[in-house]
């Protein structure tokens, strides 16, 4: 099978409430989107939905590690406090780390990216050779690193680096879209009209490379909510007593055959996340590229 793939159309002229019919057009778009917004809701109103402050330690002895009840829908964890609870407000830290570090690395990522292919010559030749440095590095161990130099993780340290860290694919991919677009007519003409370099990138390049890159963005959320939650695992995201999904697995994972609900719950909406916004990003794919055909 072979994918013909024309050039992404600009993202302005679908608009927002094409976009929006674009990926509530079938099923399963509309059950990942309201999966995402039931996500969204429950974190935005966590000081209402939890039932109990999410660091409370409701009872050392007689609440400790309590499997899933009435009292408390997701059990407890080992420090008696309510697992519900701790994972509504980690839905606020962690769905905010996600989307905030996607915005942050597609805005850098399509800044440098765009630039370099509309420009071109050496300024592309040394913007790239950044790039591919950097990709060299691999990026967890990257991310380490610059965590480390912190005595504390907070999630705005975790958005910057994370967003820091991850635009460097995407300025790939908008370059190869701004190295199509400069040879286009409208962008000679523009350029015959007076219009500066700079004026072109920013009304005519950008916008077309901004469609991709809001494709890789939506799928970036759902990688850094992984990622976010990888770190967790490995001593370095949120520390306790703050939750995130992440380190409520974090805290489950030597006695996952006992404390099942600690890796359980959270683990569940990390893949509902992951698979909810993969289908997002496949119907807006769809969309601003509606000449893609398929060819057996």
Request: proline share 6%; with cysteine.
């Amino acid at each position: 099978m072979v994918l013909s793939i024309q050039p992404p159309t600009d993202a302005r002229r679908v608009g927002a409430a094409g976009l929006w019919q674009a990926v509530t057009s079938d099923t399963g778009g509309r059950l990942a989107v309201a999966a995402l917004c039931v996500m969204a809701a429950a974190a935005l109103a966590a000081p209402w939905l939890a039932p109990y402050p999410p660091n409370d330690q409701l009872g050392l002895i007689v609440l400790k590690s309590r499997p899933p009840s009435l009292a408390h829908w997701f059990g407890t964890d080992p420090y008696s406090r309510d697992v519900l609870s701790r994972v509504l407000y980690g839905a606020r830290v962690s769905l905010r780390t996600g989307v905030m570090a996607a915005a942050l690395a597609a805005t850098a990522g399509l800044s440098w990216g765009a630039t370099a292919g509309f420009f071109g010559g050496r300024i592309d030749a040394v913007m790239m050779r950044v790039v591919d440095m950097l990709l060299a590095i691999p990026r967890v161990l990257l991310i380490l690193t610059i965590i480390a130099l912190w005595p504390r993780v907070t999630p705005e340290l975790l958005i910057l680096v994370i967003g820091l860290t991850g635009w460097f694919g995407v300025s790939r991919l908008a370059r190869s879209v701004a190295q199509s677009v400069r040879t286009r007519e409208y962008v000679a003409a523009a350029a015959a009209l007076g219009a500066s370099r700079w004026r072109v990138l920013r009304t005519h390049v950008i916008p077309h490379a901004a469609a991709p890159v809001l494709v890789a963005a939506t799928v970036a959320v759902a990688q850094v909510v992984i990622l976010e939650a990888g770190l967790a695992f490995l001593g370095r995201g949120i520390p306790e007593p703050d939750a995130s999904w992440g380190n409520i697995i974090h805290l489950g994972r030597e006695s996952i055959a006992v404390t099942w609900w600690l890796t359980l719950f959270p683990g569940l909406l990390l893949i509902t996340t992951a698979l909810s916004t993969n289908a997002v990003a496949d119907r807006l794919r769809m969309s601003l590229n509606p000449k893609q055909v398929q060819r057996s």
